[in-house]
């Protein structure tokens, strides 16, 4: 382009300010409060929840190989791309930045499997380019997709091994239905092969300080405040596992029930086979009997670990998501809950999870905290409860 024949006149440059302008959003702050965004055309509306009429085979098992197995024992790969990673408490919940899962190579996908299986939850913020087809390829790398038999699944076809969680404006609140310990759960533990590996990514969801967080619970850790005592006797039941429940509430809502319901038969204390740690594998969610035992004595274990896994709090951690947030847990070793009281706001995830293998018992399985404790130096923890007590906090 020619240059213009007319002499332009350039405005005096102003001086650049002393202070950067002053945040005034303060300015809108209400308590308890937050902005709620409008989602009149809505970008993953092909991703809201359905419940198609289809009816499914029974599961069989299928072979399994844990690629966290192959795993560099520092994660090496994983963690060159990035830029920050930090624990949120020792023995449970890892965040990093500067990684993106949709990008990840193969060596970096088995550091990712290995890392989760032993902090049990890693979070990874701001996955905007983690659509649900890269999701369900990054999760098919570590096993079959499972799919699940009465949850919503996407309206677009095709994606019936996607869970949708949804909560909208319009949606009722369901507080009143449920005692908080029975909303933390390990997902379809009744499954002969409950899923290993597992995702969830934030769509849409209220904003900072708008509730719905997600919160953890180290089974790992829960068997470990345990005595050695309980920890002998517990390995030594098994407990049943029951889809009727989710069965029953689906037929209730005249809602499809894709696979006829079962009841199985697990362990109540497993091992990890990356870790080779020892874990609790309980959930008030799904164990509904301690086999072998008079009632009695399992309604006893059962409010017992019911109590041990929602009120130890350094079993626990809790996330608070923003958009296109990822979550990435084993199954095998976490429960997980959401909270309530995120009203008026939606709240939108998808969740795609890889079949596991069968839960077994190694009795000459590890206690995590006793090897992290000899690895740094940290005094073997006491468990003995009838000395004096000085809390001081």
């Known amino acids: 382009m020619a240059p213009s024949l007319e002499e332009r006149v350039h405005p005096p440059l102003s001086p650049a300010p002393l202070f950067p302008a002053k945040d005034t959003s303060w300015q ?3 308590p308890g409060r937050t902005a709620v965004e409008s989602h009149v055309q809505y970008e993953h509306d092909d991703l809201k929840p359905s419940f198609p009429v289809v009816h499914w085979a029974p599961l069989t098992e299928v072979p399994y190989h844990d690629r966290g197995l192959h795993g560099h024992a520092q994660f ?17 919940g890892t965040e990093i930045h500067g990684v993106h899962l949709a990008q990840l190579t193969e060596h970096q996908k088995d550091d990712l499997a290995r890392l989760v299986a032993h902090r049990g939850v890693v979070f990874f913020r701001n996955q905007d380019d983690l659509d649900i087809d890269a999701q369900r390829d990054l ?6 997709l499972h799919k699940h038999a009465t949850t919503s699944v996407p ?10 969680v949804y909560t909208d404006e319009t949606s009722k609140d369901q507080r009143a239905l449920f005692t908080p310990s029975f909303l933390w759960h390990s997902d379809v533990t009744y499954e002969i092969q409950p899923p290993s590996y597992t995702s969830l990514k934030l769509l849409s969801g209220p904003p900072r300080g708008g509730g719905g967080d997600t919160l953890w619970a180290s089974q790992y850790a829960a068997y470990d405040v345990l005595s050695p005592f309980m920890q002998r006797y517990l390995e030594s039941l098994t407990a049943l596992h029951s889809a009727e429940l989710q069965a029953e509430g689906s037929r209730a809502l005249n809602r499809p029930v894709r696979r006829d319901p079962v009841v199985t038969q697990h362990p109540l204390v497993r091992t990890n086979p990356v870790t080779g740690w020892k874990s609790l594998f309980f959930n008030p969610g799904f164990v509904t009997k301690i086999v072998g035992v008079p009632k009695t004595e399992s309604d006893t274990i059962i409010h017992f670990l019911n109590e041990v896994l929602t009120t130890t709090q350094e079993l626990h951690v809790r996330f608070q998501w923003q958009k ?47 090897e992290l404790n000899r690895l740094y130096g940290i005094p073997t923890t006491s468990k003995d409860g009838s000395g004096l007590a000085n809390y001081n906090d």
């Open 28 to 30: 809108h702050y209400a």
């Open 76 to 92: 090496r790969h994983l963690l060159k791309d990035a830029v920050d990673i930090f624990d949120y408490n020792p023995k449970i």
């Open 155 to 164: 309206k677009r076809p095709g994606l019936e091994d996607v869970h949708v």
């Open 139 to 144: 999760m098919r790398y570590f096993g079959s």
């Open 324 to 370: 296109n947030d990822v979550a990435f847990w084993d199954n095998r070793v976490t429960n997980h809950t959401a909270s309530y009281g995120f009203a008026p706001h939606r709240r939108h995830a998808v969740r795609v999870a890889s079949q596991g293998e069968r839960p077994y018992l190694d009795p000459s399985g590890k206690s995590q905290e006793e």
